[in-house]
């Protein structure tokens, strides 16, 4: 690739990795990036998976290291994660996706409506409407099983399940939903990096400049909290969803 190509790659990755830190959705951004400077569409998807490491990584280490969460003790829901992503990824290979292709943007959508309109969301918990045994065991591996097999949105419903059924107030639902998204970032990772679908230089210079997105996305998050973290989450799953009823 020539070098203009490889910076446009680098800004396109550094501007999902701000985006991703705060509302999910880099993906967004980085997949179309890769498919313009001429990436086929499945090491596109491996190679974007390289880079979200990075910004996902980024981002938890800078909530984490200001206490929104404690990765010791959510060390064993984020394997759940990882192991889920692992099983859609391979699952992608044998299933069809036409089902979530379609219903995908009206779910988006009603995202977008529930963090728009609910009343009451802010940064303080609220009462919690699911077990945290049942959210781990159920609801974890399965979005992260859907990460794999397809993924866009997985940030948004992540999101949605920490707010709606955990109780968690929105900057501390965003930071959780941050290291699921890197463990399964990392297990679909495995998965095509495993079946040689990567171009490693590509993804290791898109994901250094996710890694410094993400950091100053996380920041924004944490200075401003609920006000800035739910518009931008609304917008990004309206953008995401017409995107899909688009292609």
């Known amino acids: ?15 999902a990795g701000y985006v991703d830190a705060v509302a999910g959705g880099g993906g967004l951004i980085t997949i179309p990036a890769l498919l313009l400077a001429g990436v086929p569409p499945l090491t596109a998807l491996g190679t974007n998976k390289v880079q979200s490491i990075f910004g996902s990584a980024s981002a938890t280490i800078a909530y984490a290291a200001k206490g929104h969460m404690d990765l010791r003790k959510q060390a064993p829901v984020a394997i759940l994660s990882f192991l889920g992503a692992c099983l859609g990824a391979l699952a992608a290979r044998v299933l069809p996706t036409e089902i979530l292709e379609t219903g995908l943007p009206f779910l988006l959508i009603a995202v977008a409506l529930f963090f728009a309109f609910k009343p009451g969301l802010s940064d303080i918990d609220a009462e919690r409407r699911m077990s945290p045994t049942v959210f781990a065991l159920a609801l974890v ?7 794999g097999l397809f993924g866009p949105g997985t940030g948004s419903f992540f999101m949605l399940a920490f707010v709606a059924l955990a109780g968690y107030g929105v900057l501390k639902a965003t930071a959780h939903t941050k290291l699921l998204n890197f463990a399964s970032n990392l297990g679909g990772f495995v998965v095509f990096a495993l079946a040689g679908s990567v ?9 250094v400049a996710q890694f410094v997105g993400a950091r100053l996305g996380a920041m924004t998050a944490m200075r401003f909290g609920a006000k800035f973290i739910r518009p931008l989450l609304v917008v990004v799953c309206l953008a995401l969803a017409f995107k899909l009823l688009w292609q």
């Open 1 to 15: 690739m020539t070098l203009d190509i490889i910076l446009f790659l680098a800004a396109a990755a550094f501007i």
């Open 141 to 147: 591996p399965l979005i992260g099983a859907y990460d």
């Open 199 to 207: 171009i490693w230089k590509i993804g290791l210079v898109m994901g």
